[in-house]
């Protein structure tokens, strides 16, 4: 009859043992009967509680959406936590653009990145993957500007930076050369502040959690220590140590490499003239046992030892883990290494090519590709210059196809190394040095409550 054939076009429901439809307290789909707990009710039947803790949504700005496929990696944050995708959008193209630094690469990445996005229509993760590329790709030609370089060589910094704007050199060097060998000091000295800034983000998110969660006390244990004892090391590190003078030259003294005072002072082995000569000092203190210190290295060694003691009254067991300020900050050294790597393979593949001459400057040998011109003419004109390799380009007509043949292959390698290289260790650091100190990523996915359908669809 009609009131029977109307219920079997009704879509099927799950069904309690009482009769009733099971549905989660979030709203969300009937839990499994592994994750929700029965409780007997007064008239016979059962309740089913689901998890305490609710599912989540994501809702990040559009800019910063693609990158919750990089969160996800890790696993979804839970309803008590906070989503690090911002900051995975603030800091994960900056390493990667800054690694690279080169136009020709930036472009071809955010080619790439572009195609991928309007390519794949069915996907959702390549559509996302295919936007993180276009940013790192974009963040590299940015920082390619910068460096002045495309596909190796300096034409950008010939061209622009000294053809129109009128400098001497780009903004900014690698540091590959022997002459601009400084660079490369001042890159460690940048990634490792960035290392700072960006555990110290990590530790505050922890310390806010921990907060929300339990008690301030337990944050100021739990978190406030790590906090204390990651800024009381570099505040020790970088405090200026005391001087002489010796030959009329400002030596200092102790134990620190001076490079650390010298890459942002000024003068000819500054890479930027900021006058930084490390933290001063407000006073010295001459103290029986340990003779003159300044006060400000006195302060960040009662930071770490306080440190310890806020991490020996709460979770002691993480004092084994208590080099992890000065480890995991030495960590971030991986981006000016791999930075130096990779111009020294795109040097390498260009030297092949084109050739190099070094010739002597008062900062060290500056080395110049060829060009425009053979060794011949680099030698008629440049008296002290040195041939470093003659370059298949200058070698005949042979040598020459050969030559391109080289060139193509040897940049495509370094394109794809790139990616496999600066890619991993970027988002190395952002998992292991980032996630590690308050992310745990165990949060479910909210999915709203619903019907299988059977004998209808949804209309849509």
């Known amino acids: 009859d009609e009131e029977e054939a109307e219920q079997e076009e009704r879509e099927p429901v799950e069904a309690t043992a009482d009769g009733g439809e099971q549905v989660r307290s979030d709203g969300g789909l009937a839990s499994e009967a592994s994750e929700a707990s029965a409780e007997p009710r007064s008239d016979g039947g059962v309740v089913t509680m689901g998890d305490d803790d609710p599912p989540v949504i ?9 990158f919750e496929l990089l969160t996800r990696a890790v696993g979804r944050p839970n309803y008590s936590e906070f989503d690090p995708t911002i900051v995975l959008l603030l800091t994960f193209p900056l390493m990667f653009g800054f690694i690279i630094g080169d136009v020709g690469y930036g472009l071809v990445y955010s080619g790439i990145g572009y195609w991928v996005y309007r390519n794949y229509h069915d996907s959702d993760a390549f559509r996302r993957f295919g936007l993180i590329t276009l940013a790192a790709g974009v963040m590299t030609t940015i920082f390619g500007v910068l460096y002045g370089e495309i596909f190796g060589l300096h034409l950008v910094a010939s061209q622009f930076w000294e053809g129109i704007v009128g400098l001497d050199h780009a903004p900014i060097e690698k540091g590959l050369s022997p002459a601009t060998s400084y660079w490369a000091s001042a890159w460690f000295i940048v990634t490792t502040l960035f290392g700072i800034v960006h555990m110290n983000t990590a530790y505050v998110l922890e310390f806010f959690e921990n907060r929300a969660l339990h008690s301030t006390k337990e944050a100021i244990l739990e978190s406030g220590s790590w906090i204390l004892a990651l800024n009381g090391l570099w505040l020790f590190i970088f405090a200026r140590p005391p001087t002489a003078t010796e030959g009329g030259e400002t030596v200092f003294l102790g134990p620190k490499p001076p490079f650390i005072y010298e890459v942002f002072d000024g003068g000819s082995e500054a890479a930027l003239s900021l006058g930084f000569t490390g933290i001063p000092h407000v006073a010295m203190l001459d103290l029986p046992a340990l003779g003159v210190i300044p006060l400000t290295e006195l302060v960040g060694v009662v930071m770490v030892l306080l440190g310890a003691v806020f991490l020996a009254l709460g979770p002691a067991y993480e004092l084994v883990e208590f080099h992890q300020v000065l480890a995991h900050a030495l960590s971030y050294l991986r981006i000016a290494a791999v930075l130096l790597a990779k111009a020294g393979m795109a040097f390498a593949v260009n030297l092949l090519f084109w050739g190099v001459y070094s010739e002597p400057s008062g900062h060290g040998d500056e080395w110049h590709f060829m060009l425009a011109h053979g060794p011949e003419y680099v030698l008629d004109h440049h008296e002290e210059a040195e041939i470093l390799f003659e370059g298949m380009v200058h ?26 290289s600066s890619g991993i260790q970027s988002i190395r650091l952002e998992y292991f040095e980032f996630f590690s100190k308050f992310y745990e990523g165990n949060g479910r996915t909210y999915t709203p409550f619903g019907t299988e359908r059977t004998y209808t669809d949804d209309g849509s």
């Open 395 to 420: 070698m005949g007509p042979l040598m020459v196809v050969f030559g391109v043949l080289v060139l193509i292959v040897g940049h495509l390698i370094v394109l794809a190394l790139g990616v496999t």
């Open 58 to 66: 994501q809702d990040n700005p559009g800019l910063a959406k693609p």
